[in-house]
């Protein structure tokens, strides 16, 4: 099965579902032993003694990098250029170019698969790129109140003034102080202003016109 381009797609996605199993999810190491085990079947079905060891260890190397981004780093770059060093480790094991097009295609879609199970409440996940996706989302339904949302309820309210608008500056609103725009205009400290719109935390105020005559 492994020598058919089917057979190389299946394994090969296998093998990086149950590594990155293993990364994402605490499987006590069950994840890591199948993914060896399968790649190692590729890996050595193409390879000779010598170029198994050299291309295992650059395979190696790469989930390195992914695991060291998520765990330490944080920032992505280390990620996905060890994503790319397991992406050629297989591709360079296979004997043709059809071959490494199944087998590049098996690790995406089994790297992609394994998302799902950090989708499952009930399996205990690892501490993996939390700077980038936050496990513990601050929703109002958990009793925090984001800064937009905050914002928003400034719509409509009247403010004063602190500094010269040019177009930003500062006004105060109920006791608070505010980084605001204006729609263009300068205005002048002390004057009594509106909020007309808020755009993310950008607040947006209009000088109020006066009443007389």
Do not use: C, H
């Not at 992609?112 to 929703?139: E, N, Y």
């Amino acid at each position: 099965m492994i020598e058919s381009v089917l057979g190389v797609f299946v394994i090969t996605g296998v093998a990086m579902f149950f590594f990155f199993a293993e990364i994402l999810i605490r499987l006590r190491g069950l994840g890591a032993l199948i993914g060896v085990i399968t790649i190692g079947l590729y890996f050595s079905s193409f390879l000779s003694t010598t170029d198994l060891i050299l291309v295992g260890l650059g395979f190696a190397l790469g989930l390195a990098l992914i695991i060291a981004d998520g765990k330490f780093v944080n920032d992505g770059i280390l990620g996905v250029i060890g994503f790319f060093v397991v992406l050629f480790s297989v591709a360079f094991a296979a004997p043709d170019g059809i071959y490494a097009t199944y087998s590049i295609a098996g690790v995406i879609l089994g790297s992609l698969s394994s998302l799902i199970l950090i989708r499952i409440d009930t399996l205990p996940k690892r501490a993996m790129w939390g700077k980038l996706a936050l496990k513990d989302q601050l929703t109002s339904e958990k009793g925090y109140n984001s800064l937009n949302e905050s914002y928003k309820e400034l719509v409509g309210k009247a403010g004063v003034t602190e500094s010269m608008l040019r177009p930003t500056g500062t006004v105060k609103i109920e006791d608070e102080r505010y980084s605001a725009v204006s729609n263009g205009q300068y205005i002048e400290p002390g004057q009594n202003v509106k909020v007309v719109a808020v755009d993310g935390t950008k607040i947006l105020v209009e000088k109020e016109q006066s009443s007389e005559g």
